[in-house]
């Protein structure tokens, strides 16, 4: 499975959230929101804007900042990690382990399935 | 100041050493049977020891009388408490300490940088921990999570937090999360620290190491046991795993945050696993051992009175001991006497120094009192150069040993005294030693006037350049120090009163200019200004 999204941390992945939800948002205003819902300070937000930046994550030309990879683009190549990793690229086995540890339903996997298939 | 302090921490090193053995020994002896809780305690005493820079005194106490030790007292001059029991003691301390005081200075250089280095290092490890935490995101109550961290730990000293890294199994994070409340609930985020500060200024002790070492383990201890106590077996057997993720165990004595497992994780896990409810008598027998030592060799001997700090803006006072009788006073008979036993064991030379209040000096003579404010009073050789120093006790007394160098001493002043010198009247070589030792240094305090001496030419301009001396008249020595006019042909003198050695001596101002000499024989001690005209 093709990847070229760029790898995203747990704690950015936070951040993009809020992003995501904003966009398109001066870097002042991500900092006010950040510091509400993440507790960080202005200067910590300003440093993950600028390496999520150069690590292609989302762009902060002409003073407002906007996201160059979706959630779904996110999530997608998450998931595309788990199964090469976890499950040898087997999509069967991993559908497998989540219906028996009874966490999501038959729809939920049907769903998912045509998720990765869209790929 | 400093170098009082110093001697305060190396005083209380040594005299804290005995309950840092006895508390090592307590945590061995009740580490399998009391709660850990309570075995906590005793780094509590040990840290309230060395931290706190006052000296409890109980009857109780067990602590030997801290004994002479010239690393421990540079001042050179201390004997037993207040007894002339132990003058070899007092010898050997003076034998090293005069020429040791360079030495001390040395050492406290030495001290002063060691423990700068320790907390800047902290803070250094403060600010990168700060700079990893800053990206961590809420997850919920007091709970924060983090890339960048491997393990869990407690942060923060008056809001702290759980600090989490992501991706932790769900057993592991429950384990994790009751293990670093408990940190918080024992305030282990504040003590942690203030131990280390501890360590900081004692860096130099083994022994408060040690007791750093074992109080981080007791106290990761105290958590596993306050979260596994009345659990089933079944959640200790999680909770072991949930310690054995993070068995990367290093053996570090740096300053780090309450780490969730970087410690002894196997015989945690065993303790874990093992935990037996710990019967009410254990823990009452390990209390009662806490407060035992706590009271026995965390307190010093009742008369020790040996203080070393002063309440703040005051001069420190020296662990000085001279001759004093229990009333705190002494006749120049006792000195005498006690002298003469001294030397006649020991061979060895001796001065003492009375300081003398100088109006009381004057109206009463040699039987008045004494200044009972220590004072640091600096010995000098024959060349005039300062060889060590001593501080008087509280009689007023100031003794110390002295070699065939020696030819008095000068006291700097402060706040409250004047300067003084006493030179030459002390020739240690030519003195009899079993009588005449007992020198009286007069102080003047700061309401009695200095000596303010203008000299002139004959045609009345200011003299500068010249040499200005108070003495007592017929002074076979006239080495009393000299003192130069300045520009406007002033020199100030310290009190004429300091030149006294007797109370019957009358002083005199002498100048002297390219051989000419000119003597002022009415001096008044309560008169501030002299003008001396030269002849040419």
């Known amino acids: 499975m093709e990847n070229t999204t760029p790898k995203i941390f747990e704690s950015e992945y936070r951040f993009c959230l809020i992003l995501w939800e904003k966009e398109p948002v001066s870097r002042s205003e991500l900092a006010a929101v950040c510091k509400e819902k993440l507790g960080w300070s202005r200067t910590t937000t300003y440093t993950v804007i600028s390496r999520l930046a150069a690590r292609g994550v989302l762009t902060a030309e002409a003073g407002a900042v906007r996201s160059l990879v979706s959630k779904e683009e996110v999530q997608r190549a998450e998931m595309g990690d788990l199964l090469e990793k976890r499950f040898e690229g087997s999509l069967p086995a991993f559908i497998a382990a989540f219906t028996k540890v009874g966490k999501i339903s038959e729809r939920d996997a049907e769903e998912i399935k045509r998720m990765l298939e869209q790929q | 100041m400093i170098t009082q302090i110093f001697n305060a921490v190396l005083r209380t090193a040594l005299t804290s050493s005995m309950l840092i053995a006895a508390a090592v020994a ?162 282990d985020n504040i003590t942690k620290p203030l131990w280390f500060a501890v360590c900081a200024v004692y860096w130099f002790d083994p022994l408060v190491w040690i007791s750093y070492m074992l109080f981080c383990h007791d106290i990761e201890y105290a958590c596993d046991e306050s979260v596994c106590r009345g659990k089933s077996d079944e959640f200790r057997r999680n909770y072991g795993k949930a310690l054995f993720g993070y068995s990367g165990a290093r053996f570090n004595i740096t300053f780090n945050p309450a780490a969730f497992g970087e410690l002894a994780v196997k015989s945690r896990i065993k303790r874990a696993l093992g935990f037996k409810r710990a019967g009410k008598p254990a823990a009452f027998a390990a209390a009662a051992l806490i407060v035992a030592a706590a009271i026995c060799l965390a307190t010093d001997p009742v008369g020790s009175a040996v203080t070393a700090v002063v309440p703040e803006g005051e001069e420190p006072v020296g662990a000085v001991q001279g001759p004093a009788e229990a009333d705190g006073h002494l006749t120049p008979e006792d000195v005498t006497d006690y002298n003469q036993r001294l030397y006649a064991d020991s061979g060895k030379k001796y001065i003492v120094i009375r300081l003398r209040e100088a109006k009381d000096f004057i109206e009463n003579g040699t039987n008045g009192k004494k200044i009972g404010s220590p004072l640091k009073i600096w010995l000098l050789n024959g060349g005039g150069e300062r060889i060590g120093y001593v501080y008087s006790n509280t009689s007023g007394y100031a003794r110390f040993e ?80 000299v003192y130069r006019t300045g520009s406007d042909g002033v020199a100030v003198l310290p009190p004429a009163v300091t030149a006294l050695k007797y109370n019957f001596d009358r002083p005199e101002i002498t100048v002297k200019l390219y051989g000419y000499t000119v003597t002022r024989a009415e001096v008044d001690f309560y008169r501030e200004e002299y003008e001396i005209q030269l002849e040419w």
């Open chain 2, 26 to 187: 307590i945590r061995f002896a009740v580490s399998r049977r009391a709660p850990k809780s309570v075995a906590c305690l005793i780094w509590a005493v040990v840290a309230l020891r060395l931290a706190l820079p006052f000296e409890i005194q109980t009857g109780l106490s067990v602590v030997p009388r801290p004994a002479v030790e010239a690393e421990k007292q540079f001042s050179g001059f201390v004997s037993g408490a207040g007894t002339f029991e132990a003058p070899a003691e007092a010898a050997a301390a003076a034998e090293t300490a005069i020429p040791a005081y360079k030495a001390a200075e040395l050492a406290c250089a030495v001290w002063i940088a060691g423990a700068a280095a320790l907390l800047i290092y902290a803070a250094v490890n403060v600010f990168l921990i700060r700079r990893k935490l800053a990206e961590s995101v809420p997850s919920g109550g007091n709970v924060r999570k983090c890339d960048r961290i491997s393990s869990p730990f407690v942060w923060g000293l008056f809001k702290p937090k759980i600090y989490m890294p992501f991706g932790l199994d769900p057993n592991t994070e429950s384990c994790v999360l009751l293990h670093e409340k408990a940190h918080i609930k024992r305030l």
């Open chain 2, 402 to 481: 002295v070699g065939n160098d020696f030819f008095g001493v000068c006291f700097d002043g402060d706040e409250n005294y004047e300067k003084s010198v006493l030179y030459n009247y002390i020739n240690a070589e030519t003195l009899k030693w079993n009588s005449d030792c007992v020198f009286d240094l007069v102080i003047a305090d700061k309401s009695f006037p200095r000596t303010v001496v203008r000299v002139t030419d004959p045609n009345g301009a200011p003299v500068s350049g010249a040499d200005v001396r108070i003495s007592v008249r017929g002074d076979r020595y006239l080495y009393a120090p």
